[in-house]
């Protein structure tokens, strides 16, 4: 298993953007703890999954056995916004694990979506915690065969676009790799 850099230098927000099982979510995990580590507050675990069959309550149980006793989890599947408010605090680091579900989530749902990714960066800009947000990279494959796959590709690929022009830091993921895209000046 490739080893992750743990520095906590990437200012108030890291985007954490890959393909699925690129390591993203390990490596987003590893910088939070680490910035927990200079940091006196909670670390904060927001999952968006929701365990609507066996597969995916396997996959939820196995993340949440990949995190020990210093986190605290809070289960936010649709309000985000106000789940990051919630937990919010100067000495807090909050990993929110993942957007896509999130978007997921809203577009089964028949949310606005422009509205509640307003509100998610509306929410972020005005956050004391250090964030680290982690999603799938979805645009890189071939248009889907679908409307709802297009509408959900293109809604995470503005989603993306927003967020990464938002945080302090960006990093990529590949087969375990990482690649620091955006840092603070």
């Not at 490739?2 to 985007?15: A, C, M, N, R, Y």
């Not at 929110?96 to 809203?106: A, R």
């Amino acid at each position: 298993m490739p080893s992750v850099k743990t520095s906590p230098s990437f200012g108030k927000s890291l985007f954490v953007l890959g393909g699925a099982r690129s390591g993203k979510s390990r490596h987003a995990q590893a910088i939070a703890e680490a910035a927990a580590a200079t940091s006196a507050g909670p670390l904060v675990y927001i999952a968006t999954a929701q365990a609507f069959d066996e597969e995916m309550r396997d996959r939820i149980a196995r993340h949440q056995g990949d995190r020990d006793t210093r986190w605290q989890t809070v289960e936010a599947p649709i309000d985000l916004a106000a789940a990051l408010r919630a937990v919010d605090g100067a000495d807090t680091v909050v990993l929110v694990d993942c957007l896509t579900l999130w978007l997921s989530n809203l577009i089964l749902g028949e949310a606005d979506i422009e509205r509640e990714v307003d509100g998610l960066l509306a929410a972020l800009a005005g956050l004391e915690a250090r964030i680290i947000l982690v999603s799938n990279e979805v645009g890189l494959g071939i248009v889907p065969d679908n409307a709802l796959a297009r509408r959900f590709r293109d809604a995470a690929g503005r989603l993306h676009q927003r967020l990464a022009a938002q945080v302090d830091s960006v990093d990529g993921v590949m087969a375990g790799l990482v690649q620091h895209w955006k840092r603070p000046a």
